[in-house]
Antibody, heavy 119, light 110 residues
């Protein structure tokens, strides 16, 4: 069975940094594209960014609100992706979901990890 | 603002049919695949439909979808109380080089 387990969420002050992790199992991670999606309290889903496989050059794409502040990386030896979040703002408060990306769609989702940015 | 536009809510009685619309533009829906997701708050979202109209593994045929031009629709027939959830459409936006979702539609089964 596919499993995606996010970790690393918590409370951080505005301007601070946090790194989320997503451990994956149950599929060929090396060939997988992976994405992050977030949901702010009371709001809808918001696409954050994605990373292609090594075969795809490990190319990354980001949404406009996080570009330049967030970065996605992967460690295929650990079947894990990361979301490094810098210069955090209160608007970044959300549940962050890790997803296995089927090129044009988000095939499987983790349960999410909560990030709260507050002073 | 969401890249795609959905109605905030829809409702229907058990056993009835409901249609959820998703409106976009030439940079997203018209020239890229649309997918649909079901999200019960507090749980992991679930893929229902991918590549405009293909049901994901395990999704019953009560769920179907289509696309025409810059719009897409999700149909749910034989509504059940267990279908109550938030539904989102999604598509890649070629102009933004980013993914995007609709604002979500809350389905209430009366």
């Amino acid at each position: 069975d596919v499993q995606l387990v996010e970790s690393g969420g918590g409370l951080v002050k505005p301007g601070g940094s946090l790194r989320l992790s997503c451990a994956a199992s149950g599929f060929n991670f090396n060939a997988a594209w992976m994405s992050w999606v977030r949901q702010a309290p009371g709001k809808g889903l918001e696409w954050v960014g994605r990373i292609k496989s090594k075969g795809g050059g490990e190319t990354t794409d980001y949404s406009a609100p996080v570009k330049g502040r967030f970065s996605i990386s992967r460690d295929d030896s650990k079947n894990t992706i990361y979301l490094q979040m810098n210069s955090l703002k209160t608007d970044d408060t959300a549940v962050y979901f890790c997803t296995w990306t089927g090129y044009t769609y988000l095939q499987s989702w983790g349960q999410g990890t909560l990030v709260t940015v507050s002073s | 603002q969401s890249v795609l536009t959905q109605p905030p809510s829809v409702s229907a009685a058990p056993g009835q049919k409901v249609t959820i619309s998703c409106s976009g533009s030439s940079s997203n829906i018209a020239n890229n695949y649309v997918s649909w997701y079901q999200h019960v708050p507090g749980t992991a979202p679930k893929l229902l439909i991918y590549e405009n109209n293909k049901r994901h593994s395990g999704i019953p045929d009560r769920f179907s979808a289509s696309k025409s031009g810059t719009s897409a629709t999700l149909d749910i027939t034989g509504l059940q109380t267990g279908d109550e959830a938030d539904y989102y459409c999604g598509a890649w936006d070629s102009s933004l080089s980013a993914g995007g979702f609709g604002g979500g539609t809350k389905l209430t089964v009366l």
